[in-house]
């Protein structure tokens, strides 16, 4: 009985990735700086540790109906970031998504990258994300880390929330305006409600030949959080990160 599930299972498996509607995508970005949500993700270039060095983000996925699964990553060239994220997305609509994300960041636990016990290197968070329609497309995401260790000094779950506006002004200009919600010391190293991440992206393609065009981007922006997750006080930061889309 055991061998016939587990064949059974397989063969849905493999209905579904063979299926005419399955889809699978990959890529990758190279970024001069990981920012993410306003808060840098490397701070270990000598001489100054603000500035972070370059990283190649890359991506896959796999999408049928209206659900996707895939992982992205980050490393950075100086090999001082090594983040890889698995997530699984479903659209109840064009406007409406749900997002779980296992983050993982560490790698530094030497029971490896699928232990989820205590002391792993795991966050967990859910997202409900909005998108308006093309008569006003307004951008709305809530993003709540609900386990793993996103802890407070006491030992405590954060239940780090961050939450984001964005506006495309035009096809290549977007603004955006992101903020912590909740005191959070692993995640964005605030205090309680504090404007993370405020910015704008310009995107644009450069002609390479002919047939062949490669998408560039910039994105300067704020964290004008100004007390850290101690309460202690913090400069705000201003932050500028290039990218090309391959």
């Not at 808060?39 to 796999?62: C, E, H, K």
């Not at 996103?150 to 506006?167: I, N, P, Q, R």
């Not at 605030?190 to 405020?198: E, L, M, P, Q, S």
Request: charge should be positive; charged fraction near 10%.
């Amino acid at each position: 009985m055991k061998k016939i599930k587990v064949l059974a299972i397989c063969a849905i498996a493999i209905f579904t990735v063979t299926s005419a509607k399955a889809q699978f995508a990959t890529g990758a970005d190279i970024v001069s700086s990981y920012v993410w949500r306003g808060v840098p993700q490397d701070r270990s270039v000598v001489g100054n540790p603000a500035l972070g060095s370059p990283n190649i983000q890359p991506y896959v996925s796999f999408t049928t109906g209206k659900f996707t699964a895939g992982s992205w990553a980050s490393s950075s060239f100086l090999g001082n970031v090594k983040e890889v994220d698995l997530y699984a997305t479903y659209a109840f609509s064009s406007a409406f998504a749900v997002t779980l994300t296992d983050y993982n960041w560490g790698f530094a636990n030497p029971k490896g990258y699928f232990y989820y016990g205590k002391g792993a290197d795991h966050m967990f968070e859910a997202t409900l994300a909005y998108t308006g329609p093309a008569s006003f497309p307004l951008g709305i995401s809530v993003n709540t880390m609900f386990a793993g260790c996103d802890t407070l000094s006491t030992g405590k779950a954060a239940f780090s929330t961050y939450a984001e506006l964005s506006y495309p002004i035009n096809e290549n200009v977007k603004v955006f305006c992101g903020a912590s919600l909740t005191q959070s010391a692993m995640v964005y190293n605030t205090n309680g409600f504090a404007f993370t991440n405020i910015g704008l992206k310009v995107s644009k393609s450069i002609a390479i030949t002919d047939k062949f065009s490669l998408p560039v981007y910039g994105i300067v922006g704020a964290n004008l959080s100004t007390k850290d997750a101690t309460g202690a006080d913090k400069p705000s930061s201003l932050y500028f990160v290039a990218g090309v889309t391959l």
